[in-house]
């Protein structure tokens, strides 16, 4: 990591606030769009006030959302375990990933 982007001097100390900015964006990108849609539907009469709270899943529903779960956990854990220098995280992973495609 070079020094410009070390703010911790502790290279794990850098990832667990990486991971927490990461989380933070997320949550508030989220919440914003969730009660923007939710004000919207109850605006239009598709939905009435606590109608989503309300909401109970079927299997199929509760899949996707299990799913789309792990797939938020896996791009938390990326933080954590990406390997290169901070001004160009995932670099490593990237190029893994686009050899494989070319390949």
Do not use: C
């Not at 001097?9 to 850098?14: E, F, H």
């Not at 995280?89 to 990237?94: G, I």
């Amino acid at each position: 990591m070079t020094e410009e982007f070390d703010y911790f001097r502790d290279r794990n100390t850098g990832k667990l606030f990486d991971l927490l900015l990461q989380v933070s964006t997320e949550l508030h990108v989220t919440t914003q769009r969730l009660h923007a849609m939710e004000a919207l539907l109850v605006r239009h009469g598709v939905l009435t006030g606590g109608e989503l709270d309300a909401l109970r899943p079927t299997e199929d529903e509760q899949r996707v959302l299990d799913g789309r779960r792990e797939a938020a956990l896996a791009r938390l854990m990326r933080v954590i375990t990406e390997t290169g220098p901070a001004e160009r995280p995932l670099r490593d992973q990237w190029e893994s990933t686009l050899g494989k495609r070319a390949g």
